[in-house]
């Protein structure tokens, strides 16, 4: 017996009160399509024992604007960034939802396609199958975290997580560009589990959280969908805290990474084969970790899903082409779109540049790549850089590219 549930809603009902199985714990997730200058907030409710919460925001989201969550709480429960929790050991039994869309510009308007609740119990065991009934591999490609922007590289495991599932998909993304397109400015960091899959969502799939089975994992991977997986887990078998993982490259209390499949050893032994950003290299990220490890890491039993795209249009985060002009400071460029001057912002999470150094794989962010750094002047200053494909990264849903086809 699960001690989780989801539910798909396809349009938001005012005052419609849904049903569903007693939990204690709520994480929401939504695909919108927000064009810049339009953005979302969606809020619910909860119902315990007849008697209904506060609403709670689930923060403001667009690529294109000052994205952040809004903790809060009342008597009832408290909402943490992304997940809403019930106090004193009580369970709620309905939820309500409303959206505010907004827009400050003509002839645009954001579109909410659906919201995702996944609900759990967390006072109630969870009975569910410890093995995969069968082997199963969706091909996804290898990006590591460890490689990228070395300002933000170590803390964008849910960002390079989101890369990864839409490469699978087809799509050419760096993991810079969504840790930069969904980073939460009150959470001051990339992991907002519900703006992740938005950003996912934002280049038109149908992107979600949810909590899953063993049996759910494997029902995406045989339809050819790798999953996210929340996961802690320690390399060291004497951890006092967290489950040790045979073979993997840290130790982490809080984790995203690829399920891309399961497999059987000839002695009977069943792994879980992820793509695990913490990897030192792109190289190193395709991992097998023993399943009942896995397990055991795995605890809060949390994916990310992104499955086929919508119609157009999407409200993509854009690459937009433009030049760099010498400065007679060493290695010191200015950014120009369209002749015009560029200004980037130099904070730790709102921008990121860097350049292609020898090409690897199909992908961009297959690729070696060497970075540079924006000035407090909104310069580049980039050592050794000498005309290769370059990417200018910021946090407002725009990338800048020179000499990229």
Same mark, same amino acid.
């Given at each position: 017996?699960?001690?989780?549930?989801?539910?798909?809603?396809?349009?938001?009902?005012?005052?419609?009160?849904?049903?569903?199985?007693?939990?204690?714990?709520?994480?929401?997730?939504?695909?919108?399509?927000?064009?810049?200058?339009?953005?979302?907030?969606?809020?619910?409710?909860?119902?315990?024992?007849?008697?209904?919460?506060?609403?709670?925001?689930?923060?403001?989201?667009?690529?294109?604007?000052?994205?952040?969550?809004?903790?809060?709480?009342?008597?009832?429960?408290?909402?943490?960034?992304?997940?809403?929790?019930?106090?004193? !050991?009580?369970?709620?039994?309905?939820?309500?939802?409303?959206?505010?869309?907004?827009?400050?510009?003509?002839?645009?308007?954001?579109?909410?396609?659906?919201?995702?609740?996944?609900?759990?119990?967390?006072?109630?065991?969870?009975?569910?199958?410890?093995?995969?009934?069968?082997?199963?591999?969706?091909?996804?490609?290898?990006?590591?975290?460890?490689?990228?922007?070395?300002?933000?590289? !170590?803390?964008?495991?849910?960002?390079?997580?989101?890369?990864?599932?839409?490469?699978?998909?087809?799509?050419?993304?760096?993991?810079?560009?969504?840790?930069?397109?969904?980073?939460?400015?009150?959470?001051?960091?990339?992991?907002?589990?519900?703006?992740?899959?938005?950003?996912?969502?934002?280049?038109?799939?149908?992107?979600?959280?949810?909590?899953?089975?063993?049996?759910?994992? *494997?029902?995406?991977?045989?339809?050819?969908?790798?999953?996210?997986?929340?996961?802690?887990?320690?390399?060291?078998?004497?951890?006092?805290?967290?489950?040790?993982?045979?073979?993997?490259?840290?130790?982490?209390?809080?984790?995203?990474?690829?399920?891309?499949?399961?497999?059987?050893?000839?002695?009977?032994?069943?792994?879980?084969?992820?793509?695990?950003?913490?990897?030192?290299?792109?190289?190193?990220?395709?991992?097998?970790?023993? *399943?009942?490890?896995?397990?055991?890491?795995?605890?809060?039993?949390?994916?990310?899903?992104?499955?086929?795209?919508?119609?157009?249009?999407?409200?993509?985060?854009?690459?937009?082409?433009?030049?760099?002009?010498? *400065?007679?400071?060493?290695?010191?460029?200015?950014?120009?779109?369209?002749?015009?001057?560029?200004?980037?912002?130099?904070?730790?999470?709102?921008?990121?540049?860097?350049?292609?150094?020898?090409?690897?794989?199909?992908?961009?962010?297959?690729?070696?790549?060497?970075?540079?750094?924006?000035?407090?002047?909104?310069?580049?200053?980039?050592?050794?850089?000498?005309?290769?494909?370059?990417?200018?990264?910021?946090?407002?849903?725009?990338?800048?590219?020179?000499?990229?086809?």
């Amino acid at each position: 017996m699960k001690n989780f549930g989801y539910i798909r809603v396809d349009r938001i009902e005012e005052g419609r009160l849904i049903s569903v199985m007693p939990f204690d714990t709520l994480v929401l997730s939504f695909c919108a399509d927000t064009p810049k200058g339009t953005w979302i907030e969606l809020q619910a409710r909860v119902r315990i024992a007849e008697e209904m919460t506060n609403w709670f925001s689930w923060g403001l989201w667009s690529p294109f604007i000052d994205r952040h969550s809004i903790n809060a709480a009342d008597d009832h429960a408290a909402l943490d960034t992304d997940t809403l929790k019930i106090n004193n !050991g009580k369970l709620a039994d309905g939820i309500q939802l409303r959206a505010n869309l907004h827009t400050n510009e003509a002839g645009q308007k954001p579109v909410l396609r659906s919201v995702h609740l996944a609900v759990k119990n967390t006072q109630a065991a969870c009975e569910e199958p410890l093995h995969a009934r069968c082997d199963a591999f969706a091909p996804t490609p290898c990006y590591s975290q460890m490689v990228r922007a070395p300002r933000i590289g !170590g803390v964008i495991c849910s960002a390079t997580t989101i890369a990864m599932l839409l490469a699978q998909k087809g799509e050419c993304v760096l993991p810079e560009e969504i840790a930069l397109h969904n980073f939460d400015s009150a959470y001051e960091g990339c992991g907002n589990w519900c703006f992740s899959t938005a950003c996912a969502a934002s280049y038109g799939y149908e992107a979600y959280v949810r909590y899953a089975s063993l049996d759910d994992v *494997l029902a995406e991977l045989t339809a050819g969908n790798a999953v996210g997986a929340s996961v802690s887990y320690s390399n060291d078998p004497n951890h006092e805290r967290l489950p040790y993982v045979e073979n993997a490259p840290c130790s982490t209390p809080g984790h995203l990474l690829v399920v891309c499949g399961f497999e059987t050893s000839k002695e009977g032994q069943q792994f879980a084969i992820v793509h695990d950003p913490a990897a030192k290299s792109n190289d190193e990220v395709e991992r097998r970790y023993p *399943l009942e490890q896995f397990l055991r890491a795995w605890s809060n039993r949390l994916i990310y899903v992104v499955h086929a795209p919508h119609s157009e249009p999407r409200s993509i985060p854009v690459r937009v082409p433009a030049g760099l002009e010498p *400065l007679k400071e060493r290695d010191t460029y200015r950014l120009l779109h369209y002749g015009q001057p560029v200004r980037l912002p130099n904070g730790r999470f709102e921008a990121a540049v860097g350049w292609i150094l020898s090409r690897k794989g199909a992908s961009d962010a297959e690729c070696d790549f060497a970075y540079g750094e924006v000035t407090p002047e909104g310069l580049l200053h980039l050592p050794g850089y000498c005309g290769q494909p370059l990417f200018a990264m910021g946090n407002r849903g725009v990338t800048y590219t020179v000499n990229v086809q």
